[in-house]
């Protein structure tokens, strides 16, 4: 097997950290071209649908990608900006801000950027990237807080399989969840405290997350738990009883039972128990995007109009808001310690050190 190494390396090149933040993904357009090619590697990933491979690829590429990708392509329109996806635009801004915030604190001996597990910026890409920077010691921080294999598990899978293929290793850490992180929990919980300051309260506040199959649960993955551990901290931050708000899950599709209450089958039976106004969060995701605009602040929202409530309101992802970076930056700061900075001039004495080995050699 022939490994990938440095370009032009240098050993008076200096060493850096490297923070990598990660994603879902999003299609290149809004497109049924586009979306055909990002479920296509989406909906390939084995840690997102555990089926056999045989049978799950005769399906994909027999039924869904013929009929999905142009569904999918006219909900990605309705929430598309000029900048480009929602997803790709917050998560480019939260870079952006962590590089400035990281900088202050590391000056040039870190390096940040993200990537998207599916679609591009691939994780391939950017870690090439980091490596031809000089990054020998990697952090990576999969932007979900609660851990799911689906999502942090197949972001490490993403980072390993990478690492397969590389005659140079960093230094490596993963954080697999921050799902309890006060800082977060104060983050989410101020977030609603000034929403409902500005547009007041309603009878009943929903956090939803994207849904799993119930069977990924009983096989052992914590998120059920860790979506309910991460509601009841940011209630008892608000001071909520236990019926002031519900934990529901959302994006569903298949036959076969998902982890339930599903928070459209919910929001359609509230108005009947007396429940005219609904706020829905969802901490699940740390940015706003194709779940939350379109499937929550508009389909969601139909359903419960249309059952009979009256007032419906959606509570924005953290994004790239100051208080969501400080709490990211400081996670960071905390994975990041006991690790040294490079000594001054340190790849100058390497290239010296490399110079005087081959003269003795030769």
Not at 232 to 258: C, H, I, N, P
Request: with cysteine; aromatic share 10%.
């Amino acid at each position: 097997m022939k490994y990938k190494g440095q370009k032009n390396y240098s050993h008076k090149q200096p060493l850096k950290m490297g923070v990598l933040i990660t994603n879902l993904g999003t299609p290149q357009a809004p497109t049924t071209k586009a979306l055909r090619t990002y479920l296509a590697e989406f909906l390939s990933d084995p840690r997102v649908v555990e089926v056999p491979k045989l049978i799950w690829m005769c399906i994909l590429h027999g039924i869904i990608l013929r009929i999905r990708p142009s569904r999918s392509a006219a909900a990605y329109k309705t929430v598309w900006t000029e900048e480009g996806s929602p997803l790709m635009v917050h998560t480019q801004n939260q870079a952006n801000a962590l590089k400035k915030s990281l900088g202050a604190i590391y000056g040039d001996n870190i390096h940040v950027d993200f990537s998207m597990r599916y679609g591009e910026p691939s994780t391939t890409k950017r870690i090439e990237e980091f490596q031809q920077a000089g990054v020998n010691k990697l952090l990576v921080l999969p932007l979900y807080p609660q851990y799911s294999g689906a999502t942090n598990g197949s972001t490490f899978d993403a980072v390993a399989q990478d690492f397969t293929s590389r005659r140079w290793l960093p230094d490596f850490r993963f954080i697999s969840h921050y799902h309890d992180y006060e800082p977060y929990i104060d983050a989410v919980a101020k977030s609603i405290r000034e929403y409902r300051e500005a547009n007041g309260s309603a009878d009943k506040l929903l956090f939803s997350y994207h849904g799993v199959p119930l069977r990924y649960l009983k096989n052992g993955d914590p998120y059920h738990c860790e979506c309910h551990k991460t509601s009841r901290l940011v209630a008892e931050k608000l001071g909520l009883s236990k019926d002031e708000y519900m934990v529901t899950f959302q994006s569903r599709f298949g036959r076969e039972e998902w982890l339930q209450p599903y928070t459209d089958a919910t929001l359609k039976s509230l108005p009947d128990q007396g429940v005219k106004s609904v706020q829905i969060v969802c901490p699940g995701f740390s940015a706003d995007c194709l779940e939350t605009i379109e499937e929550i602040g508009e389909e969601n929202r139909e359903y419960f109009m249309e059952a009979g409530g009256e007032h419906y309101n959606y509570i924005p992802a953290l994004n790239d808001s100051k208080d969501h970076i400080d709490v990211l930056t400081q996670l960071i700061q905390e994975n990041l310690q006991g690790w040294q900075l490079p000594e001054p001039n340190s790849g100058e004495q390497s290239e010296k050190f490399y110079r005087e080995l081959l003269a003795e050699q030769s």
